[in-house]
């Protein structure tokens, strides 16, 4: 599996630098999303390398990560690799393994979190931008359905069978970011997704909800610590929010998805 890094100008901080790992959507490449996303702007400013790891056409015609798949979902499939990918980045370069994040976008959000909810130790949060609902789907035609409609009663079942799986499960804070005008992925994963998160997390509500020119934040917090913001972007069709929309799947207008995820990341940490 081929992947770029992007590093900071400015030198590393002693314990290293916080890492994003950013996976691409389906038809896209991993330069096409660096460029579309403009996250190496907001890692630069920030002090952040980002990892950009590019599906194989030998593993799916259209680049799709197979977020679908029960195995991968149990942790296999193309997660092995990916996990190993960040372990060597991690070995050849100062990076801080306490702010590791993992962001993606559609399909590449499938597996973002995918890659966190088997992989709690590693990453410290999770950014997805209009990604599925977790747990669902056995094949190409069950995703079409789950990206449509969610996946019904199996949305809390599979948030149950992590908890099962990986007692006690540490919790993982997440960004939730959604185009209401979304006809690929439709909201009612972002809303499922939002039902696992507060499972997985332990969170009750009800939400703190902000009102923004575009968009609305719902934020559920542990004490003064914001655990899951879900964004509501009026509008927004299938596309990164802010993105370049000189590219396929990028919307220009506020607000700025990569800006939201990086600010949202700098809140976490894993102990």
């Known amino acids: 599996m081929n992947y770029w890094l992007y590093l900071p100008d400015h030198p590393a901080q002693p314990e290293g630098?916080?890492?994003?790992?950013?996976?691409?959507?389906?038809?896209?490449t991993a330069t096409q999303f660096a460029q579309g996303t403009r996250m190496n702007l907001w890692a630069e400013k920030k002090g952040y390398a980002v990892l950009y790891p590019q599906q194989l056409l030998s593993h799916h015609a259209h680049r799709c990560w197979k977020w679908y798949e029960r195995a991968t979902q149990d942790g296999g499939?193309?997660?092995?690799?990916?996990?190993?990918?960040?372990?060597?980045?991690?070995?050849q370069y100062p990076i801080d393994r306490r702010r590791v994040y993992v962001a993606g976008i559609s399909a590449g959000a499938g597996m973002a979190n995918i890659l966190a909810l088997n992989h709690p130790g590693l990453f410290a949060a999770v950014g997805l931008h209009s990604g599925p609902v977790f747990g669902a789907g056995q094949n190409t035609l069950t995703a079409i359905g789950v990206m449509r409609h969610g996946a019904g009663l199996r949305a809390d079942g599979a948030a149950h069978d992590i908890l099962q799986r990986q007692p006690p499960f540490p919790g993982m804070p997440a960004i939730l970011i959604q185009g209401l005008a979304d006809t690929v992925v439709r909201p009612i994963n972002q809303a499922q997704l939002m039902?696992?998160?507060?499972?997985?997390?332990?969170?009750?509500?009800?939400?703190?909800?902000?009102?923004?020119?575009?968009?609305?934040?719902?934020?559920?917090?542990?004490g003064r610590k914001l655990m899951l913001r879900a964004v509501q972007i009026e509008q927004l069709e299938h596309a990164w929010s802010?993105?370049?929309?000189?590219?396929?799947?990028?919307?220009?207008?506020s607000p700025d998805a990569s800006r939201m995820m990086v600010e949202f990341f700098g809140r976490h940490r894993r102990s």
Not at 17 to 28: A, D, E, F, S, Y
Request: charged share 15%.
């Open 17 to 28: 630098r916080p890492l994003i790992v950013m996976l691409h959507g389906c038809r896209q």
């Open 77 to 91: 499939g193309d997660v092995p690799t990916i996990v190993g990918i960040i372990h060597q980045v991690m070995t």
């Open 195 to 222: 039902r696992q998160s507060l499972l997985l997390n332990r969170l009750s509500g009800p939400a703190k909800i902000t009102q923004k020119a575009r968009s609305s934040l719902h934020d559920f917090y542990v």
């Open 242 to 253: 802010g993105g370049d929309p000189a590219l396929p799947f990028n919307a220009k207008g």
